[in-house]
């Protein structure tokens, strides 16, 4: 019914003896932002982990578009359009925040009109353009990780728990960016434990447990029914902020 942009079916992932992913089955609909929730050890970031190709699926495929990205290798996955966000945020310690976001720029010379933007959304980023990002607090280490990903329009954007460890009030301004984002009609992917955050963001929501899927649906219902909630996520629901 409605447009895909990426499909996980049947994806099974090894890591070493360990069978993590059990057959994933994933919709992710374009221009759709798509929560991907669960508790602690459910397999949401090996689940991104395998989109990019970090671990190999041993079984089941992975279509972004008309394209498999199973056999590819992780940069050419990148290169199809996706940015990818992981749980350490991959930002270079050593380097200023300017030099980072040099680097997450694949096509060329930052675009000025899109770095104004980002400052837009980020203010903040602005004082810190020359420091190292290994001096920043987590919270605006986040920042930088979001900024890298958004300095050049991608197919997919794929975040793994950015809320983590945040202050509340760092909480809502990568809200407000992600809202912003989500008006030029981005594709994300967001895993999150934070139910308020996933409420405030989502337009869709899948639940992993046990290395599958075991719910997917509009946020609208899943917000609306607190019985699917603690059934599904039990009590991790809205754990950390
Ligand atoms: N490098 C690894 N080696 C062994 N087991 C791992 C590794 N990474 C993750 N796992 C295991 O895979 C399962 C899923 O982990 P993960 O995808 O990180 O979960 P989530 O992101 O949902 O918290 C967990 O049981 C975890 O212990
Ligand atoms: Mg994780």
Same mark, same amino acid.
Request: net charge positive; proline share 3%.
């Given at each position: 019914?409605s447009?895909i942009?990426?499909?996980?079916?049947?994806?099974?992932?090894?890591?070493g003896?360990y069978?993590?992913?059990?057959?994933?089955?994933?919709?992710?609909?374009?221009?759709?932002?798509?929560m &991907?929730l669960?508790r602690? #050890?459910?397999?949401k970031s090996t689940? @991104?982990?395998? %989109?990019?190709? $970090?671990?190999r +699926?041993?079984?089941g495929?992975?279509t972004l578009?008309?394209?498999?990205l199973?056999?590819?290798a992780t940069?050419?996955?990148a290169?199809r359009?996706i940015?990818?966000?992981?749980e350490?945020?991959?930002i270079?310690s050593d380097?200023s925040?300017?030099?980072?976001?040099? &680097?997450?720029?694949?096509? #060329?010379?930052?675009?000025?009109?899109? @770095?104004?933007? %980002?400052?837009? $959304?980020?203010? +903040?980023?602005?004082q810190?353009?020359?420091k190292p990002?290994g001096?920043?607090s987590?919270g605006?280490?986040?920042?930088?990780?979001?900024s890298?990903?958004i300095?050049?329009?991608?197919?997919?954007?794929?975040?793994?728990?950015?809320?983590k460890?945040?202050?509340?009030?760092?909480?809502?301004?990568m809200?407000?960016?992600?809202r912003?984002?989500?008006?030029e009609g981005?594709?994300?992917l967001?895993?999150?434990?934070?139910?308020?955050?996933?409420?405030?963001?989502?337009?869709?929501?899948?639940?992993m447990?046990?290395g599958?899927i075991?719910h997917?649906?509009?946020?609208?219902?899943?917000?609306?029914?607190?019985?699917l909630q603690?059934?599904?996520?039990?009590?991790n629901?809205g754990?950390h902020?």
């Amino acid at each position: 019914m409605s447009d895909i942009l990426l499909q996980l079916s049947g994806v099974h992932t090894h890591i070493g003896p360990y069978h993590i992913l059990q057959g994933v089955d994933l919709s992710v609909p374009r221009a759709q932002l798509t929560m &991907l929730l669960g508790r602690n #050890g459910a397999g949401k970031s090996t689940t @991104l982990r395998t %989109i990019m190709g $970090l671990w190999r +699926a041993s079984a089941g495929s992975i279509t972004l578009e008309q394209t498999a990205l199973t056999q590819l290798a992780t940069a050419d996955i990148a290169l199809r359009g996706i940015a990818y966000v992981p749980e350490n945020m991959g930002i270079f310690s050593d380097l200023s925040v300017r030099e980072n976001m040099l &680097l997450a720029a694949r096509s #060329g010379p930052i675009n000025q009109q899109r @770095l104004d933007w %980002i400052f837009s $959304l980020f203010p +903040a980023l602005q004082q810190f353009w020359q420091k190292p990002a290994g001096k920043l607090s987590g919270g605006q280490k986040q920042m930088v990780a979001i900024s890298r990903a958004i300095i050049e329009k991608r197919k997919l954007y794929m975040f793994d728990e950015p809320s983590k460890g945040l202050a509340p009030v760092m909480v809502n301004s990568m809200i407000s960016a992600l809202r912003e984002l989500k008006k030029e009609g981005a594709t994300i992917l967001l895993v999150e434990q934070n139910l308020a955050v996933a409420q405030a963001l989502g337009d869709r929501v899948a639940v992993m447990d046990s290395g599958k899927i075991i719910h997917q649906g509009s946020m609208q219902e899943f917000s609306g029914n607190a019985a699917l909630q603690q059934q599904l996520l039990g009590l991790n629901v809205g754990a950390h902020a």
